[in-house]
């Protein structure tokens, strides 16, 4: 072999070694993949790419994307065919990498999460190289139906005074949403709080007693910034219808009759509208028996028959209730006797019978008997009661006085105090009423007294007389 032939032979050799070994070397080297994303947020909807880039390649290598550890494609072709119209996958060769694409065509909030890409062996294999996550941020607002207003009530039309509750729902969103109330004006806030359930449902829950005609409107708030095309979502509830309160009043609420004879008391109920059911309720404190308590067809009319003495202060009450509201008026009953007034004349009888000197006590002690015996024993106490009952009927007088200017004839749980109290007046001052009588009653026994002392004198008088004649006769 010539010396040339060696050299060629040389170069040969060489030239395959630095071409071939290289070759069989890259086959050994580890393939290197990184996964990159523009911005890392895009708004729901829109498409988005994200692009994978590996290094030393090989034919037999497979390349995945992956969000949230869950496998999206293999090469080019993706892995869950119903996700085929989602997800587009292209692989871009070069000399130096392969760059793959994958394109969410219509972003939309579940593909919120982490991306990444990975590099195995074959598709059986597990895996040799994965990137580092990306992670992607998907803005979106709550679904279109949403805010959704809600209240607790079948009608927007409400009694003054009430109070209703309003709701407003909504799901989230990214970045988080709020939710206010507009257009109280003057309406009066009782209560007002946010709350997310586990499912994440919001609910803004507002307790008011809303204005008439007012309309309540529920915004739902975003970051105008970033969702620049979208306009403002509300709900509103309204406009509400506020109804004046019903009054009730008794006619006549202070009812004087005499014992044997009937009572009658009749609700009146006004602010109601014209086509409005009212249904009434009657009651009595203490209570009446029912076969002396009767009512009208319609429970306008009450009539208490045959009263008796024990119905006196009896508290009437009548109870109005709309499908809106119930409200009560109280009506008082006060029971005389029918000789109440010789009752009155006897106990002037007694009083004018009062002894002046020593004199008259042998008269009064014959009137005494007679005089205890016609007084009633009610009669003691009359000066008392009429007081009391004069004071009460005062009460009423003056709130029926009012009635005729104007001012509301229902009677208040102030004035049905009013009674209580000056009952419970009338019973302590019946306790101490004899003490009214008590100069009468030293002063007949003074005079019961001064007698007997008298007859004594006389009966010693006469003995001594006697004992005088007996004397005299002896000598």
Same mark, same amino acid.
């Given at each position: 072999?010539?010396?040339?032939?060696?050299?060629?032979?040389?170069?040969?050799?060489?030239?395959?070694?630095?071409?071939?070994?290289?070759?069989?070397?890259?086959?050994?080297?580890?393939?290197?993949?990184?996964?990159?994303?523009?911005?890392?947020?895009?708004?729901?909807?829109?498409?988005?790419?994200?692009?994978?880039?590996?290094?030393?390649?090989?034919?037999?290598?497979?390349?995945?994307?992956?969000?949230?550890?869950?496998?999206?494609?293999?090469?080019?072709?993706?892995?869950?065919?119903? !996700?085929?119209?989602?997800?587009?996958?292209?692989?871009?060769?070069?000399?130096?990498?392969?760059?793959?694409?994958?394109?969410?065509?219509?972003?939309?909030?579940?593909?919120?999460?982490?991306?990444?890409?990975?590099?195995?062996?074959?598709?059986?294999?597990?895996?040799?190289?994965?990137?580092?996550?990306?992670?992607?941020?998907?803005?979106?607002?709550?679904?279109?139906?949403?805010?959704?207003?809600?209240?607790?009530?079948?009608?927007?039309?409400?009694?003054?005074?009430?109070?209703?509750?309003?709701?407003?729902?909504?799901?989230?969103?990214?970045?988080?949403?709020?939710?206010?109330?507009?257009?109280?004006?003057?309406?009066?806030?009782?209560?007002?709080?946010?709350?997310?359930?586990?499912?994440?449902?919001?609910?803004?829950?507002?307790?008011?007693?809303?204005?008439?005609?007012?309309?309540?409107?529920?915004?739902?708030?975003? !970051?105008?910034?970033?969702?620049?095309?979208?306009?403002?979502?509300?709900?509103?509830?309204?406009?509400?219808?506020?109804?004046?309160?019903?009054?009730?009043?008794?006619?006549?609420?202070?009812?004087?009759?005499?014992?044997?004879?009937?009572?009658?008391?009749?609700?009146?109920?006004?602010?109601?509208?014209?086509?409005?059911?009212?249904?009434?309720?009657?009651?009595?404190?203490?209570?009446?028996?029912?076969?002396?308590?009767?009512?009208?067809?319609?429970?306008?009319?009450?009539?208490?028959?045959?009263?008796?003495?024990?119905?006196?202060?009896?508290?009437?009450?009548?109870?109005?209730?709309?499908?809106?509201?119930?409200?009560?008026?109280?009506?008082?009953?006060?029971?005389?006797?029918?000789?109440?007034?010789?009752?009155?004349?006897?106990?002037?009888?007694?009083?004018?019978?009062?002894?002046?000197?020593?004199?008259?006590?042998?008269?009064?002690?014959?009137?005494?008997?007679?005089?205890?015996?016609?007084?009633?024993?009610?009669?003691?106490?009359?000066?008392?009661?009429?007081?009391?009952?004069?004071?009460?009927?005062?009460?009423?007088?003056?709130?029926?006085?009012?009635?005729?200017?104007?001012?509301?004839?229902?009677?208040?749980?102030?004035?049905?105090?009013?009674?209580?109290?000056?009952?419970?007046?009338?019973?302590?001052?019946?306790?101490?009423?004899? !003490?009214?009588?008590?100069?009468?009653?030293?002063?007949?026994?003074?005079?019961?007294?001064?007698?007997?002392?008298?007859?004594?004198?006389?009966?010693?008088?006469?003995?001594?007389?006697?004992?005088?004649?007996?004397?005299?006769?002896?000598?």
């Amino acid at each position: 072999m010539t010396i040339k032939n060696l050299q060629d032979n040389m170069y040969f050799f060489v030239a395959a070694t630095l071409v071939f070994w290289p070759a069989v070397l890259a086959q050994d080297l580890p393939a290197i993949a990184e996964i990159y994303h523009d911005t890392g947020v895009i708004l729901e909807g829109k498409e988005t790419n994200f692009f994978c880039l590996v290094s030393n390649i090989q034919p037999n290598h497979v390349v995945q994307f992956s969000h949230n550890d869950i496998k999206l494609t293999a090469n080019s072709r993706v892995i869950d065919r119903a !996700d085929e119209s989602l997800y587009k996958v292209i692989r871009v060769p070069s000399s130096t990498f392969t760059r793959f694409y994958l394109t969410l065509t219509n972003t939309s909030r579940e593909d919120d999460g982490l991306y990444g890409c990975h590099v195995l062996a074959s598709s059986e294999s597990n895996i040799e190289v994965s990137s580092s996550f990306v992670s992607l941020s998907v803005y979106y607002l709550p679904l279109s139906s949403y805010p959704a207003c809600e209240h607790n009530s079948d009608s927007l039309t409400f009694i003054e005074g009430d109070q209703v509750t309003l709701s407003c729902l909504s799901t989230g969103g990214n970045p988080p949403i709020s939710l206010t109330w507009e257009g109280l004006g003057q309406s009066s806030t009782t209560s007002s709080s946010t709350t997310v359930s586990a499912e994440g449902l919001m609910k803004n829950k507002l307790t008011l007693q809303p204005q008439d005609g007012v309309v309540l409107t529920c915004r739902l708030n975003f !970051d105008e910034k970033i969702f620049t095309d979208k306009s403002p979502r509300n709900c509103s509830i309204g406009p509400f219808t506020i109804l004046p309160r019903p009054v009730v009043i008794l006619e006549p609420f202070h009812v004087k009759v005499e014992a044997g004879s009937t009572s009658q008391f009749k609700c009146v109920v006004k602010d109601v509208p014209d086509n409005a059911r009212v249904h009434r309720e009657w009651s009595a404190s203490p209570s009446i028996p029912s076969n002396r308590f009767f009512l009208s067809l319609d429970k306008t009319i009450a009539l208490i028959q045959n009263v008796s003495i024990a119905d006196n202060k009896t508290i009437v009450t009548c109870r109005a209730s709309t499908i809106l509201a119930s409200v009560e008026a109280y009506g008082m009953l006060t029971v005389g006797l029918k000789d109440m007034a010789a009752t009155k004349s006897t106990q002037e009888s007694l009083e004018s019978t009062t002894p002046t000197n020593s004199n008259e006590t042998s008269t009064l002690t014959q009137r005494l008997p007679s005089t205890i015996e016609t007084t009633p024993r009610r009669s003691r106490n009359s000066t008392s009661a009429t007081k009391m009952s004069t004071s009460i009927e005062s009460t009423f007088e003056q709130t029926s006085h009012l009635s005729e200017e104007g001012a509301t004839t229902t009677m208040t749980s102030a004035t049905k105090n009013e009674i209580i109290r000056l009952e419970q007046a009338q019973d302590t001052e019946a306790c101490h009423v004899n !003490d009214n009588y008590l100069p009468y009653i030293i002063a007949i026994i003074a005079s019961i007294s001064v007698a007997l002392l008298a007859i004594v004198a006389d009966i010693l008088l006469l003995l001594k007389l006697f004992q005088h004649k007996t004397v005299a006769r002896f000598d």
